[in-house]
C-alpha cells in the first residue's frame, strides 16, 4: 500500500512539474531560425524561399510596374483634361460624338497588355500544378480544427494542433508565435521535391504557406496536388486560408527545413513514436 502512495505522488509531481507533458518533443529539430512568418505591421511578403514562390514574387513586381505605369497615364489624361478643357480655357466645346482611332487604341492596347501579362503568369501557374519527380510525398488533411500529416511511404501519420500560449516556451517559441506555432511540425529535408497532397476531412480548408508559394484547397473527396522545394533551413509558417468553421483561425501550419541528417534522425523517432516503417512500403505492381 505504501509503495502504491509513492507511485501515486510522484506521478502527481511529474504532472505538476510539466515535465513531459508539455515539453518540446524529444526528436523535433531545434535551433533553427525562423524565416516565414508574418511581421507586425508588415506590408511586403514573406522571404521567397522555393522556385515557385521566386516566380510569384518576380511576377507581382512586373504587374505591379505595370499597374504605376497605367496609373501614371490615366492620372496625366485627367490633368490634361483639367487644365486644357475647362470652361476657363475652352469657352466653346467640341461638338464630336466619338474618334475611332481612339476607341481602337484603347480596345487594343488593353488587350495587349493583358496578353503580355497571361504569357507570364499562366507559366508559372502551370509550374505549381506540374510536380517533378518527387524526393518525399506529404499528404495533409484538414480537419475542423487542425491537420493531419501523412508520410505514406514510411507509414507515418500525426496530428497537428494549435499551441496555447502558456506552452510556447516548454515547444521552444516565443511569445509572439502565438497563433502560428504548432505541438508538431512537419519535417522536410531542404532542397528536396517534396509532393504535396491535400485533402479534407470534413468541409474545405486549403494548406497555405507564404514563404512556399503555396497555397492549394483541401476538399472531401478529392485530391489537390502541389510541390515545393524549400531552398533554405529554418522554421516557416502557415495558415488555413479557406474558411471553414468557428475555429479557422486556429489551424495554423509549422514546417521545418532541416539537413538530409537531420531529417533522418528525426525520421526514425517520429516512426518510434507515432508508428511507421523505417524503409518505404513496396509497391504494388
Known sequence: MKQIRIALWLGLVTLMSGGAVFAQPAGEPTGLPVIGAPVPNG???????TPIAHDMHWLSGMIHWIMLLIVLFVTALLAIVVLKFNRK???EPASFTHNTKIEIA???IPVLILIIIGSFSLPILFKQLEVPEPDLTIKATG???YWTYDYP???LTFDSLMLAREDLEAY???PDLYLLATDTAVVVPVNANVRLLTTGADVIHAWAMPAFGVKMDAVPGRLNETWFRAEQEGVYFGQCSELCGKDHTYMPITVKVVSEEQYQTWLAWAIEEYGGTPTPVAQAE
Open 43 to 49: 506590408v511586403n511578403y514573406q522571404p521567397a524561399v
Open 89 to 91: 480655357a475652352n469657352p
Open 106 to 108: 484603347w480596345t487594343l
Open 143 to 145: 480537419n475542423q480544427w
Open 153 to 155: 511511404e514510411n507509414e
Open 172 to 174: 521552444g517559441y516565443t
